[in-house]
């Protein structure tokens, strides 16, 4: 990033707007799949990650790829689903409620801190616009 550009903070503030609120489609799909035995594939759904990287043209941040958690199935007692196997175990999907809130909670936060430095750089052209009249 250019220390002499003028839209770098925009640049910085859009990028992790960005970014963040793609994660944030990410966890809402992981809880919507929460109890999605069979993704198509005869396997339950695997909980998807965010990974973001620096993005050294903007100085902001991009999403680098989407990756699946390889974390183990958990297996409960269902013996009258039809997913079951034949001890009665189903597979469920990776995804815990818990970890999922906070990464939202996370994910939020970080969006709503980029949204404030729009705001602010807002104001701050506004009051100089304001000046220069």
């Not at 992790?16 to 992981?30: F, K, M, P």
């Not at 997913?83 to 996370?106: F, K, R």
């Not at 709503?112 to 750089?121: C, D, E, S």
Request: glycine letters at 6%; aromatic letters at 4%; proline letters at 5%.
């Amino acid at each position: 990033m250019e220390a002499n550009s003028i839209f770098g903070p925009i640049d910085v503030a859009v990028s992790g707007l960005r970014a963040q609120g793609r994660n944030i489609e990410l966890i809402s799909s992981n809880v919507a799949n929460i109890r999605t035995t069979d993704a198509g594939d005869g396997k339950p759904y695997r909980r998807l990650e965010a990974v973001l990287k620096a993005n050294d043209e903007t100085g902001g941040v991009s999403l680098d790829k989407i990756v699946p958690d390889m974390s183990d199935f958990l297996k409960i007692l269902d013996p009258g689903n039809p997913d079951a196997d034949e001890q009665g175990y189903v597979q469920m999907p990776n995804v815990s409620l818990p970890t999922e809130m906070i990464n939202l909670t996370v994910a939020t936060r970080s969006y709503q801190a980029n949204a404030a430095v729009l705001k602010r750089y807002q104001k701050m052209v506004e009051t100089t616009l304001e000046l220069l009249r």
